[in-house]
């Protein structure tokens, strides 16, 4: 699995963005996928994951505000993020789960600022 993170930025607290995560290998499919981040000075904490079926999970402070979803045709995954705070500002990064084995992205960074 080599996961590439995209789509981070600056927006204005209230304002919208898209990251994507890009699978290079074949077995995306296979795998539960996951979006984490990590603000300055705090650990990394879980966001949102979906399964292979597309069954979802969300933090409590996203929840209602986020989505994800993946394209398995495209060995992506995206996590679209409206009604961004400025407590959402972290650096995000995509995750790779299959039993034992985690495979992160190299993280984009998202600054939700005015």
């Known amino acids: 699995v080599q996961l590439v993170d995209l789509g981070g930025g600056l927006v204005q607290p209230g304002g919208s963005l898209r990251l994507s995560c890009v699978d290079s290998m074949s077995t995306f499919h296979d795998f539960v996928m996951g979006w984490y981040r990590q603000a300055p000075g705090k650990q990394r904490e879980l966001v949102a994951t979906i399964t292979n079926g597309g069954n979802t999970n969300y933090s409590d402070s996203v929840k209602g505000r986020f989505t994800i979803s993946r394209d398995n045709a495209k060995n992506t995954v995206y996590l679209q993020m409206n009604s961004l705070k400025p407590e959402d500002t972290a650096v995000y990064y995509c995750?790779?789960?299959?039993?034992?084995?985690?495979?992160w992205g190299q993280g984009t960074q998202v600054t939700v600022s005015s």
């Open positions: 995750n790779a789960q299959l039993g034992g084995y985690s495979a």
